[in-house]
C-alpha cells in the first residue's frame, strides 16, 4: 500500500499569512499513462465531509478560491493557502489515486495563531 | 444539485450485520464508479470499497474484504453497503461518496453528510 504522510500534524497561522502543508508517498505517484500525479487535496471543516480542494496534484476544483494552490511531483507535494481567511481553519487531507488501496495522509489541522 | 443521502448507521453489537444505503439525486447515477470512505471519531478518512457504475467491478480494503459487500441499484438511484462481522474498529462514520468522471481518476468531487456506525456491547 502507499503510505501517505503529511506534515505537520497542527499548524497555527495568523491571519493574513501564509499556510503550507506538506504531503509525501511512499512511492511516486506520478502516472506515466497521463503524464501527471495522481493526487487530491480536500478540506474537512469541523461536523462536514470533506470538499474537493486539488486534483492532479495542482488543478484547483472549480469555485475553490485562487488562495489555494498545489505543487509537487513524485513523491513530495505542498497544499499552500496564500494569505489565511478564518473561514480557512480546517483539517486537510492528501490523497493518491496512482492505485487501490487509495489512502490519504493523516491530516493536518490548521489553526488560527 | 448533486445530493448524497446515507442512512441506516446506529448501534450493533459485536458480530452483528447494518446495511447502510446512499440515495442519489441530482446526476445521472448509472454513469459514476461510487465508494464508501469511513472515519473514526476524531480519526482521519480511511477508503473502504468502490464499484464501477455497472455493478460489475468492486474492489475493498483488506481491512473489510470478506465481510463488508459494496452493490448498487441503478434503477433506484441507490448506493449499498452490506457490513457483517462488525468489529469495534469498524465504528466510524461512512461517507458514500462519489468518484469524478474523468478518466484515468479516481479522487472524489461530491461526498455524503455521513452516517454514524457504532459498534458496542
Known amino acids: 500500500d502507499i503510505v501517505m504522510t503529511q506534515s505537520p500534524d497542527s499548524l497555527p497561522v495568523s491571519l493574513g499569512e501564509r499556510a503550507t502543508i506538506n504531503c509525501k508517498s511512499s512511492q511516486s505517484v506520478f502516472h506515466s499513462s497521463y503524464n501527471k500525479n495522481t493526487l487530491a487535496w480536500y478540506q474537512q471543516k469541523p461536523g462536514q465531509p470533506p470538499k474537493l480542494l486539488i486534483y492532479?496534484?495542482?488543478t484547483r476544483e472549480s469555485g475553490v478560491p485562487d488562495r489555494f494552490s498545489g505543487s509537487g511531483s513524485g513523491t513530495d507535494f505542498t497544499l499552500t493557502i496564500s494569505g489565511l481567511q478564518a473561514e480557512d481553519v480546517a483539517v486537510y487531507y492528501c490523497?493518491?489515486?496512482?492505485?487501490?488501496?487509495?489512502?490519504f495522509g493523516g491530516g493536518t489541522t490548521v489553526e488560527i495563531k | 444539485e448533486v445530493q448524497l443521502v446515507e442512512s441506516g448507521g446506529g448501534l450493533v453489537q459485536p458480530g452483528g450485520s447494518l446495511r447502510l444505503s446512499c440515495a442519489a439525486s441530482g446526476f445521472t447515477f448509472s454513469n459514476y464508479w461510487m465508494n464508501w470512505v469511513r472515519q473514526a471519531p476524531g480519526k482521519g478518512l480511511v477508503w473502504v470499497s468502490r464499484i464501477k457504475n455497472d455493478g460489475s467491478f468492486t474492489s475493498y480494503a483488506d481491512s473489510v474484504k470478506g465481510r463488508f459487500t459494496i452493490s448498487r441499484d441503478n434503477a433506484k438511484n441507490t448506493l449499498y453497503l452490506q457490513m457483517n462481522s462488525l468489529r469495534g474498529e469498524d465504528t466510524s462514520v461512512y461517507y458514500c461518496?462519489?468518484?469524478?468522471?474523468?478518466?484515468?481518476?479516481?479522487?472524489?468531487?461530491?461526498w455524503g453528510q455521513g452516517t454514524l456506525v457504532t459498534v458496542s456491547s
Open positions: 490523497q493518491q489515486y496512482y492505485e487501490t488501496p487509495l489512502t
Open positions: 492532479w496534484a495542482s
Open positions: 461518496v462519489r468518484e469524478t468522471a474523468e478518466a484515468g481518476a479516481v479522487y472524489f468531487d461530491y
